[in-house]
């Protein structure tokens, strides 16, 4: 089993930038793909970045593209989210999520793969 935590949420203006972070504990993260996922009210959650155990293959979300860095420290069991050029459709609680993963290169998009999750972190982006 692994723990997540969330950490780094806040107001923020518009263009503004916050970095989010996951402290994994109970394993280590060179076993389990991670991803960052976010809910707004009202929608379904989606996911924003994701990356494999080895940290060499990413994915992001189209919405997201050239504005969000996911990275991965395994020696300190950490994964951040560096978020820039916030808009207010960013607004959301943030997730952390991780999945257990046999091969190092595999990533995962799809939020039901993931079978841990951390409690969420509130980013708000006002006008």
């Known amino acids: 089993q692994v723990q997540l935590v969330e950490s780094g949420g806040g107001l923020v203006q518009a263009g503004g930038s916050l970095r989010l972070s996951c402290a994994a504990s109970g394993r280590t993260l060179s076993d389990y793909a991670m991803g960052w996922f976010r809910q707004a009210p009202g929608k379904e959650r989606e996911s924003v970045a994701v990356?494999?155990?080895?940290?060499?293959?990413?994915y992001y979300a189209d919405s997201v593209k050239g504005r969000f860095t996911i990275s991965s420290d395994n020696a300190k069991n950490m994964v951040y989210l560096q978020m820039d050029s916030l808009k207010p459709e960013d607004t959301a609680v943030y997730y952390c999520?991780?999945?257990?993963?046999?091969?190092?290169?595999?990533?995962?998009?799809?939020?039901?793969?993931?079978?841990?999750w951390g409690q969420g972190t509130q980013v708000t982006v006002s006008v």
């Open positions: 990356v494999s155990r080895s940290g060499g293959r990413l």
């Open positions: 999520a991780a999945k257990r993963a046999a091969f190092t290169s595999e990533i995962y998009y799809i939020a039901d793969s993931y079978g841990y």
